[in-house]
């Protein structure tokens, strides 16, 4: 049957794969043919045919395409995403615009630095910007995410253990950590110490005292945690972990909660991540690119990467001759086109803006708190910051489990929390409405979850056969991952 | 205030349903030692018009192939971009969503993502593709960190061409470094500019973990990949080959084709501006019996309820949402966007394009390369075939660089500075973008005439 | 929920069938139960050892991963070869087909601290208790 027969929703329904439309000989680029082929001066054995099913689509054809799957995307700019510790605020078009500008997507990396001198001078000044944010005193723009900031600073903090005296093998991690935090441990060489979190969703300074000696490297702690809750007791577990010559790490995927509220370079904190497609704006693009510039106190700044920039005589000048560093972790200079965009963000709302995104963020998460938290169990009854969790647990005496109210919302035309995550709650619904939403949408939002919950008391089964509405149902993931597709192929004759 | 929408009313009446009176005490459990100190000092927010004004002033102090002639390559490469792809990869749909863990509502992301593990197989003659790491640098990282899951203890000893991208090497070695049981051995290169098969003979043994070359290299060379392969072959390292210039492989005998195991790369020439170097993205293509040690993210094929086909995340247990300190890795983003700009160009351009637009390259460089070396009087400084990379020994060049700024041209990247031994070499990059007149400038401005 | 008589089982819900020297092992009604639909097997391979208490393998759902505890020490004779093609088998006979992989035992005695089909049922349902009771006494908060 044909695509086009009368009944098919195009603008809902997926179109064919690239490779299953099109025609031999058809293609979007014109390019006349140039004087002798540009095989002949490459030896025949080292060239290959065609490239067997490779698309072959006319312009038109190839924007209709990802436009009809475009329709199929939920994002910032059509819904609500109230998804906890991933901070979806509105990405502003000016960042967008200014990023394309030639002087800087046109850049080249290996040029040399006295035709950056522009480019040079955003890096600097952004990371003196980021600097002054998070009370650090210095910060690399290197890392390319979250996750590799991550690595990045448990490296800076290896290499100056091992200046002091040997490295040490293990790092501490709450148990509410994100799965980055163990994961890049690891894969710095240590091994990782869980501890628990207290009945009130805290880290506890007698709890880390415990395990904490002088085999201990670090210290991984989010704040304000994955919970939404404010790790009050950071300065005096600081404390006890720098008594035994251990470093404070903090992941600062949820920095959104603490501009001009509190600063961790104030709180022990000795070296920290910041998320740059969280806090500071930049847009998610369906996973990535991001950035994850990492902020050290002063006594760390020779491990940082390279290559550093400094400002010489009124100009910018790179340098990689610190023997202490711990070396290269991004080709050439991160992603630059995100930092741009963060560096545009931050002007744009310069002091006071920063710190009224983080006050109306805590108003927006404590309203939806309020307005939830009738039909829905907290997780934990401490004030939240920019989040709030919720569990299943008032639903699940009906059979209505969290993955069945976050598919029923979609139905609702939202996208839906965070859930099953922190792991230490059981069901949790995490809920991040971030500042740039307004009060009509939180109440559209809080409306959409009391009736969810009241299906799941009436009408059970229709919240657990949701959803609906979306272009295909739930979707087969055992199948997915027991004899795994993950490549189209041509139809074997 | 900008981008955040409450008027006074809805502030107060929010803080009246919370039961607060004020914001502050929002946060009055936080300690005041805490918070008397947490002002930021930084200038006051700026209008759009005073935004774009600042924006632009930086830009202007940058030079860009508008007003420079750029011979510049070395991994970031500058390639003509259809405009389709900038029409895609803006639109709000694609890029302020996130990833994909909802699959009912991001059908357009994963069936993106799955077509490009496709074309990226294709591409690379190999059998699967993630969805795409941060760059080429830590995809090489990544390639050696899961040769060492895949091998036993016995083999922990990585050799790393020397003709590998400098950059790329500093990043291993960044990597590797605080795992101790794990040795890097350079190979040496030779007259061809390539690997040098010798010594891989002689010391490839069954110690050896994996053998990493670039292809085509850091020096533009292609290199002789047969012999590496039985060297790996007979030793039972694992085949890993970098591409830097993925276009060059529409055209070139591509590494699935040579034996290779794991294929990865940077994907900036496809499709992604330069922008410094960053960002682009990393692609990762291995043999199919190693898929669950992948790193990154895969999307699958699978049905709805009704039959209907779609696509998810699978294979996550290697991931660290799941797997947290025993994941495969602990990268968490897959630079989506990007890996969508390369899917869109390589849609556009097609089985035809792609290998109009690689030949174009190569007729080009091996142009301004004739010339260059008749004309100008340059000597080649390997024998190698090439792309459209390649290296040129010019005594005197530091004394020729205030000619070359006068004609506002960057004639290539001086690699002195990553190897000693190349003293007056350029690598010296010529794409479809250089057109004819600024290939006789540069030619013209090297004679010194 | 189905306990067979004549196995012995551990606190980590592995079952363990004897047969003279050689141990059948696999995963109980209840952790298949909890894992969900298995997608993936990870098992060690003929000839290899295993030790009483460690980790021999691992069964993967969809979103989490177990890892399965060795209930007797000893060399393994036989895996399960059917199950890397259709995993799923453990979901639909965890008791029978479904097994995982069989084992020459090295120490008899292992075999002393293992429960009885009774002692699990009794086990399982009071960690199934557990779980609800807690859940009823925080409901009331």
């Known amino acids: 049957m044909s695509e086009h027969s009368p009944g098919t929703d195009l603008r809902r329904s997926a179109p064919p794969l690239i490779f299953e439309s099109g025609s031999p000989g058809r293609s979007g680029f014109f390019w006349p043919e140039e004087k002798g082929e540009g095989g002949e001066k490459i030896p025949s054995e080292l060239l290959r045919d065609d490239i067997p099913g490779f698309p072959e689509l006319g312009e038109l054809e190839v924007l209709r395409h990802f436009t009809r799957l475009s329709h199929l995307n939920y994002a910032i700019e059509s819904q609500f995403y109230p998804l906890g510790s991933c901070t979806m605020k509105y990405n502003p078009k000016v960042n967008e615009v200014v990023a394309r500008l030639p002087g800087f997507s046109s850049l080249h990396p290996l040029a040399p630095p006295e035709l950056i001198q522009g480019a040079l001078e955003l890096l600097y000044e952004l990371e003196e910007m980021l600097a002054e944010i998070s009370g650090m005193a210095h910060v690399t723009l290197q890392p390319a995410a979250g996750a590799q900031g991550e690595l990045t600073g448990l490296m800076v903090i290896r290499a100056c253990l091992r200046e002091r005296s040997n490295p040490r093998r293990k790092i501490i991690v709450p148990d509410t950590a994100h799965g980055t935090n163990p994961a890049s441990s690891t894969l710095c060489g240590y091994e990782v110490v869980q501890i628990s979190s207290s009945n009130r969703g805290m880290v506890e300074a007698a709890k880390v005292a415990e395990v904490m000696d002088e085999e201990v490297a670090a210290l991984m702690l989010t704040n304000p945690n994955t919970l939404g809750i404010f790790e009050k007791n950071i300065q005096e577990i600081a404390e006890v972990v720098h008594k035994k010559g251990g470093l404070v790490y903090l992941d600062g995927a949820n920095l959104n909660a603490l501009m001009g509220i509190a600063k961790p370079g104030d709180m022990g904190v000795d070296v920290l991540h910041i998320n740059l497609h969280k806090t500071f704006s930049t847009p998610h693009g369906g996973g990535g690119p991001g950035a994850g510039p990492v902020g050290v106190k002063s006594f760390l700044r020779d491990f940082l990467p390279v290559p550093r920039i400094l400002k010489k005589d009124g100009s910018f000048v790179l340098r990689e001759d610190f023997a202490k560093s711990v070396g290269r972790v991004r080709s050439f200079f991160g992603n630059f086109g995100i930092l741009v965009r963060a560096y545009a963000y931050i002007i744009s709302l310069g002091s006071d803006g920063l710190e009224e995104a983080s006050r109306m963020a805590l108003l927006n998460a404590n309203y939806l708190r309020k307005k939830l938290e009738g039909a829905y169990q907290l997780a934990y009854p401490e004030p939240c910051m920019h989040e709030c969790v919720f569990t299943d647990r008032l639903q699940q005496r009906h059979g209505v489990a969290t993955l069945d109210i976050a598919k029923r919302l979609l139905d609702y035309g939202f996208h839906p929390p965070t859930i099953y995550f922190p792991l230490v709650v059981s069901g949790a619904l995490m809920i991040e409405p971030t500042e740039t939403e307004n009060r009509e949408i939180l109440d559209a939002f809080a409306d959409a979850m009391n009736s969810i919950a009241r299906e799941a008391k009436e009408h059970p089964d229709l919240v657990k056969g949701a959803p609906y509405t979306t272009p295909v149902g739930r979707l087969d993931e055992a199948r997915a991952a027991r004899k795994p597709v993950l490549r189209w192929e041509p139809a074997k004759e | 205030m900008r981008y955040t929408p409450h008027t006074a009313s809805d502030k107060e009446q929010m803080l009246r349903t919370i039961g607060l009176s004020r914001i502050e005490q929002l946060f009055d459990h936080i300690p005041q030692s805490l918070r008397e100190r947490a002002a930021i000092s930084l200038a006051s927010g700026l209008t759009e018009v005073k935004v774009k004004k600042r924006m632009a002033a930086l830009a202007a102090k940058n030079a860009t192939p508008e007003g420079w002639s750029f011979f510049l390559g070395g991994g970031i490469y500058h390639h003509a971009i259809p405009s389709t792809v900038d029409a895609v990869i803006s639109r709000s749909e694609f890029s302020t969503s996130y990833t994909p863990y909802q699959p009912e509502v991001s059908q357009g992301t994963l069936q993106a993502m799955y077509e490009f593990q496709t074309l990226m197989c294709q591409l690379t003659g190999m059998e699967v593709s993630n969805a795409g790491l941060y760059d080429g640098a830590s995809a090489t990282a990544e390639a050696i960190l899961m040769a060492r899951r895949i091998q036993s203890e016995s083999r922990r000893r990585v050799f790393v061409s020397r003709s590998l991208h400098p950059q790329y090497r500093a990043v291993v070695s960044t990597y590797l470094r605080n795992l101790e049981d794990t040795e890097l051995v350079e190979i040496p290169f030779d007259r061809n500019g390539g690997t040098d098969a010798e010594f891989l003979a002689r010391e490839v043994d069954e110690k050896a973990m994996c053998v990493v070359v670039g292809y085509p290299n850091f020096f533009g060379v292609i290199e002789e990949l047969a012999p590496i392969q039985e060297a790996c072959a007979r030793s039972g390292a694992l085949f890993v080959t970098v591409t830097t210039e993925p276009l060059s492989l529409a055209l070139l005998k591509p590494p699935g084709a040579w034996g290779a195991d794991i294929a990865v790369g940077e994907g900036q020439s496809l499709g992604v501006p330069m922008s410094l170097g960053g960002p682009g993205f990393g692609f990762f293509t291995c043999r199919k019996k190693f898929v669950r040690s992948l790193p990154g993210r895969l999307a699958g094929e699978t049905v709805d309820h009704e039959g209907r086909r779609g696509f998810v995340l699978t294979l996550s247990t290697r991931e660290q949402h799941i797997r947290r300190e025993k994941a495969t890795s602990n990268i968490c983003t897959s630079q989506t966007l990007c890996a969508l700009a390369a899917t869109v160009f390589m849609a556009t351009l097609g089985k035809s394009g792609m290998r109009r637009l690689a030949e174009v390259n190569v007729c080009r460089a091996h142009d301004a390369q004739g010339r260059l070396v008749k004309d100008a009087g340059l000597a080649p400084a390997f024998t190698g075939p090439f792309f459209n990379e390649f290296v040129l020994r010019s005594k005197g060049l530091a004394r020729s660089q205030s000619r070359f700024a006068a004609e506002k041209i960057i004639p290539g990247i001086p690699l002195a500075p990553w190897y000693p031994e190349l003293q007056d070499c350029l690598l010296v990059c010529v794409t479809e973008m250089n057109e004819g007149e600024e290939i006789e400038r540069l030619v013209r401005t090297f004679s010194g005439d | ?141």
Do not use: C, R
């Open chain 3, 1 to 141: 929920m189905e306990y067979p008589e004549g196995l012995k089982f551990t606190k980590e819900h592995e079952w363990v069938l004897v047969e003279d020297q050689v141990a059948i092992i696999g995963i109980t009604e209840y952790a298949e139960q909890e894992l969900g639909d298995v997608v993936y097997v990870e098992l060690p391979e003929v000839g290899e050892k295993i030790v009483k208490d460690d980790p021999f393998g691992a069964v993967e759902s969809v979103k989490a991963v177990s890892d399965i505890y060795a209930p007797v020490s000893g060399t393994v004779v036989e895996v399960n070869d059917t199950l890397p093609d259709s995993p799923e088998t453990i979901n639909d006979d965890p008791y029978g087909d479904g097994w995982l992989i069989k084992v020459e035992m090295t120490d008899k005695d292992d075999l002393k601290d293992l429960m009885s089909a009774e002692e699990y049922a009794e086990y399982v349902e009071q960690q199934k208790a557990e779980e609800d009771g807690e859940e009823e006494s925080e409901d009331e908060e």
